[in-house]
């Protein structure tokens, strides 16, 4: 459906042409009606699906119909997120004069007060400096009429939750519009759900767990101590214009990293280790090709828009089913193509074959001479438990505010294959 055709405001639909956007992708042509007809919505898609737009728009489009002052908020687990968020709303909303903010904790408290001071229709923020901004009475709640929680799943699993109650308790008692967005829906999030969003319109776009179409999976079965060469050998014999590694711990890629650079490879270490500050800057560089490969952890996993990444690796199986999916997730977006390659150890095999079950395929298996194993292992006892943080491989990891209570601020309200002579299809398959 085009973009034309679902009835948004001739000003953000400026925007929408300034972006070079005609065609609507599916959860966007099924979540912008309801929502421009101020419906609630709980959407879940896959990564890369054109979720921001599916929530921006009718943001800007409800916002274009009057009125002054703070009426869109956007909650997002972090600080790379929110600036994405906040990116894509000024762009989109560039015909309509509406202005968004971006709040996030790290950055000088005074810049972000100067930039609500000079009119904020629209604020974008991380739960605890939005804490921090109203109770310092910085923000006024009273005329919200657009709330969106994006990664709720998310921000259970980054200890937010409770924030984000907090801050549910500073918008109006009602009279807004809601949109909730998580890519699973476990039973703590589907209790917040419950309680807090009336009546929503459910979109599902493709199943959750169900990887991206444009992914090629690739799998090598090797001992932990030979995932570094198996690793190397990849770098060096194929086309890589842009690779993200994952591994399960920050040790295990600060490891990983020392690894690669004592084999000459250039690579940046990216995980919660480091402040907001410097894994901006990583993330910025990376984007504009000065760096081609990050070692990462999950933190790097989900809601990441970084379009171009040619290979994901999975240096350390995902002891989490689910994260298997939002790993790769970062290849393949918006139709593009990519490479998900796993290493597996032995040690890996049980969790290996529940991501198997999950995404409902088996990882096509391929041989490196000299480095992969030439028989399939069978899973070793203790090793690969399902969503515990045991498990997985052996030697370095197979290489590897609260606010205060009381009262409410804020007025009255409550790539390819490339070739090279490394890898080749092994000859048998799990």
Not at 131 to 160: P, Q, S
Request: proline content about 5%.
């Amino acid at each position: 459906m085009k973009f034309e055709e679902l009835g948004l405001r001739e000003e953000v639909m400026k925007g929408v042409r300034s972006c070079g956007f005609a065609e609507a992708t599916p959860i966007q042509e099924k979540i912008i009606p309801p929502a421009i007809e101020g419906k609630n919505v709980l959407g879940s898609a896959q990564t890369g699906s054109g979720k921001t737009a599916a929530f921006i728009l009718p943001m800007l489009h409800k916002l274009s119909e009057g009125g002054s002052g703070l009426r869109g908020l956007v909650l997002e687990p972090t600080r790379e997120l929110a600036i994405q968020v906040n990116s894509v709303a000024a762009e989109l909303g560039a015909g309509t004069g509406l202005k968004s903010v971006v709040l996030f904790g790290g950055a000088p408290l005074s810049q972000q007060v100067s930039k609500i001071r000079a009119g904020a229709d629209i604020v974008v923020a991380t739960p605890g400096r939005l804490i921090d901004l109203a109770w310092n009475g910085y923000l006024d709640f009273t005329d919200i009429k657009f709330f969106v929680l994006d990664e709720v799943d998310r921000m259970f699993d980054m200890g937010f939750i409770d924030d984000v109650r907090k801050i549910i308790s500073f918008l109006p008692e009602g009279g807004y519009q809601k949109m909730f967005f998580s890519a699973t829906i476990p039973p703590e999030v589907a209790a917040l759900i419950d309680q807090f969003l009336e009546d929503p319109v459910e979109v599902s776009i493709g199943r959750r767990s169900k990887p991206a179409e444009g992914i090629s999976h690739e799998l090598y079965y090797v001992e932990a101590r030979d995932k570094i060469k198996a690793l190397v050998r990849i770098l060096k014999t194929r086309d890589i214009s842009s690779a993200i590694v994952f591994t399960e711990t920050k040790h295990g890629a600060d490891k990983l990293f020392d690894l690669l650079t004592k084999e000459n490879i250039t690579a940046v270490p990216f995980h919660s280790g480091f402040d907001q500050v410097k894994r901006y800057d990583t993330l910025k560089r990376f984007r504009s090709g000065r760096i081609k490969i990050l070692v990462a952890t999950n933190v790097a996993a989900r809601g990441l828009d970084i379009t171009g990444i040619s290979h994901i690796f999975n240096y350390d199986v995902p002891r989490m089913c689910e994260d298997y999916v939002h790993r790769i997730g970062r290849s393949a977006r918006a139709d593009a193509t990519g490479v998900a390659i796993t290493l597996a150890s032995p040690d890996e095999v049980g969790s290996l074959r529940r991501i198997e079950q999950l995404i409902e395929m088996k990882l096509p298996v391929m041989s490196i001479d000299g480095v992969t194993l030439s028989e399939v292992p069978e899973r070793r006892r203790g090793g690969g438990g399902a969503g515990r943080r045991g498990g997985g491989g052996r030697g370095p990891r197979s290489g590897s505010g609260g606010a205060p209570g009381g009262g409410k601020p804020g007025g009255r309200g409550h790539g390819g294959r490339g070739g090279g002579g490394g890898p080749k299809p092994a000859s048998s398959r799990p």
